[in-house]
């Protein structure tokens, strides 16, 4: 691993092994780690996503053919991965959890400071404008992935279940407004601009440190298996089947790029959440998105590598 490549990931994984430290040292409490998270779910993420992309040039920065091409590769791991649970015959809960850690990705805490450490602010409004497109279609999907092997039991979910987690998700809020904003190239009031400016520096490095401190090797339980696989197709299969899309639909250089990373993070910590929800298997979950987040070091290294060598 060059040294290029280390200044890219390893300051981002070094900040989530500071997380780590502080809960172990006792620094960070269990409820100071939950108001902490909270704080970065509805306050420090959502403001650092609106000011990033409303502050940046919505025609320059969304790029129809990479949107397009994410959202297919998506779904094609979930059918694969909910086709493979099927021929399994994973019982509906295992299923559910399965399926959903083979595709959802932890844009907004791994993905974001991954791309903002390798391309810089440009980069950074490129993959805000995704997300806002993607993580409804995650949230979507991680339903259908949860509830369909249900379908036969007597669970049933509130008929807009799906969509209030759609409307209600700040991080789609705060997207879609930064969206608006800079289609319309409105101006933001200079005392905002400078008060967003304060707020967002702190949003990526607490986010990073949450996710440390959430971090424990006690939740790597239940079959390690099926939860090594799910994370490979998260990890491997997914941002190779993305990079193959996007190159197929004309998608080259720094986008091509960004692509690739949003396509190779690691599962969502909201997957174990969800999982406790919808009545999926969520020992599972959390153990799928342990054993990704600690092998994306490597495959993000890998990734950046051949990206590297096709001087992206």
């Not at 209600?168 to 200079?190: E, T």
């Not at 990704?292 to 001087?311: D, G, V």
């Amino acid at each position: 691993m060059n040294s290029e490549i280390s200044l890219i990931v390893l300051p981002v994984f070094l900040v989530i092994g500071l997380g780590f430290s502080l809960k172990k040292t006792g620094l960070v409490s269990s409820d100071f780690l939950f108001n902490l998270n909270r704080l970065i779910y509805y306050i420090a993420l959502p403001a650092l996503l609106f000011y990033k992309i409303a502050t940046a040039d919505f025609l320059v920065s969304f790029n129809w053919p990479l949107l397009t091409g994410l959202i297919i590769s998506v779904l094609v791991i979930f059918v694969l991965s909910y086709g493979y649970g099927s021929f399994r015959g994973y019982q509906p809960s295992v299923h559910g959890a399965f399926c959903q850690g083979a595709f959802r990705g932890n844009l907004a805490y791994i993905g974001l400071a991954i791309v903002y450490n390798a391309y810089g602010e440009k980069g950074f409004a490129i993959a805000g404008i995704l997300l806002g497109f993607l993580v409804p279609l995650f949230n979507f999907l991680s339903v259908l992935a949860l509830i369909l092997p249900q379908r036969r039991d007597t669970y049933h979910m509130g008929t807009f279940y799906w969509v209030k987690q759609i409307i209600y998700n700040p991080l789609i809020v705060a997207s879609f407004c930064g969206i608006l904003w800079s289609y319309l190239a409105l101006p933001l009031p200079l005392i905002v601009d400078k008060a967003l400016g304060i707020i967002t520096g702190m949003s990526l490095p607490l986010a990073l440190i949450a996710i440390g401190a959430s971090f424990s090797l006690s939740k790597l339980r239940g079959d390690l298996a099926v939860a090594a696989l799910s994370a490979c197709l998260k990890l491997v299969l997914l941002p190779i089947f993305a990079g193959g899309i996007l190159i197929l639909l004309g998608v080259r250089g720094q986008e091509l790029a960004i692509g690739v990373l949003l396509a190779g993070t690691p599962t969502a910590t909201a997957a174990y959440i969800m999982a406790q929800q919808l009545k999926g298997d969520a020992e599972l979950s959390g153990s799928i998105i342990m054993l990704s987040t600690l092998c994306s070091l490597a495959t993000y290294s890998f990734a950046l590598y051949c990206l590297q060598l096709m001087a992206i």
